[in-house]
């Protein structure tokens, strides 16, 4: 037994399969919506900044004078 | 202005002609990865959508394909990851039952449970080279990844195939 062979008999290719849908319709929704993934960088950025506050906690006027 | 700098000047219109003219190769992709059409379909809108938030970084004179196939191949082996047992074998086409269906039975059902057990960068390049039959070059391509590295992945899988059925008793 070729184990190919067999692999391509258990699992049978699919071959040009189509979409069930347009997928356009769904496109459009997604371009409305948000990421769906949480902007890591932003909280790594504030977190940074949160810090620095407790380490220079004059910092925080500083902050907020140019906010 | 060409089709492909005009998507990259920000025109929609150019981006839903790219989108109706690839979407069914980069769905047919992913599903042929992750062999499950609903969350095909989901990927491959989601493999749009980072191609239209990445569009500023195209080179309008790159294959746009290629481009769509690599990302929707770090999209589809996130969902092997994330999903390594659900994804599997619910949808798959069975083959036809053959006279000596009974004897063979045991050997393909020990082979599909030992195929869902490799690990998803070793599963998608079986899948793609040994069941859907896709060159190396492209499979090489859309992994970014080297011919060799396809061949090395290849290797492993069909070892660890046999491993895996060994186990099980089956020997091929």
Known sequence: ?67 | MELLERFVADDMDAFETLFRQFQRDVYRWIVRIIRDPAAAEELTVETFWRIYRSRARFDPKREFGAWARRIATNLALDHLHRAPRESELDTDRIAEPSPDHTARHGVRDALRRAFRRLPPKLRAVATLALIEEQPQAVIAEALGISITAVKTREFRAVRLLRQSLKRMGVEI
């Open chain 1, 1 to 67: 037994m070729n184990l190919t062979e067999e692999l391509r008999k258990a699992i049978a290719p699919l071959g040009d399969t189509e979409p069930r849908q347009d997928l356009w319709p769904h496109m459009l929704r997604r371009l409305d919506r948000q990421p769906r993934r949480a902007p890591y960088l932003d909280w790594a950025l504030a977190a940074v900044l949160l810090a620095s506050f407790f380490v220079f906690p004059k910092a925080v006027l500083a902050f907020f004078y140019q906010m």
